[in-house]
């Protein structure tokens, strides 16, 4: 598995920090209410929508590694791609609000 800078940073510090932030992410991202499969399709979306190539590739290997397919890894992304699509929307909205209430003003 290739080391990501999140690695790599944590590869920096004091090993007790580490193991402890490698522990709490082993905890969260084991099997619970949610399987671990759900969870590794969860953090692969979350990794597109955040659009951070390096988790995105480490949650797409541990999801290969659950045995999740190609088809489930893309639809994951896909659901995350329009989440993103919906937030830049939201975000122009912001000129639209400014240009009513500018006219508004005008009047």
């Known amino acids: 598995m290739r080391k990501t800078g999140a690695d ?22 084991g099997d619970g209410a949610l399987s671990a499969r759900e969870k590794a399709l969860i953090a692969l979306a979350c990794s597109v929508a955040l659009r951070c190539e390096d988790c995105t590739r480490r949650h797409m290997e541990q999801a290969k590694a659950l045995g999740l397919t190609r088809e489930e890894m ?34």
Not at 81 to 103: H, K, P, T, W
Request: proline content about 0%; charged content about 20%; cysteine-free.
């Open 8 to 29: 790599r940073f944590l590869d920096s510090m004091d090993a007790s920090m580490s193991s402890t932030f490698r522990s709490l992410a082993s905890g969260i991202l």
């Open 74 to 107: 893309l639809e994951a992304a896909a659901v995350a791609s329009l989440i993103r699509m919906g937030s830049g929307l939201n975000a122009a909205a912001v000129i639209l609000e400014e240009l009513e209430y500018a006219d508004a003003s005008k009047r």
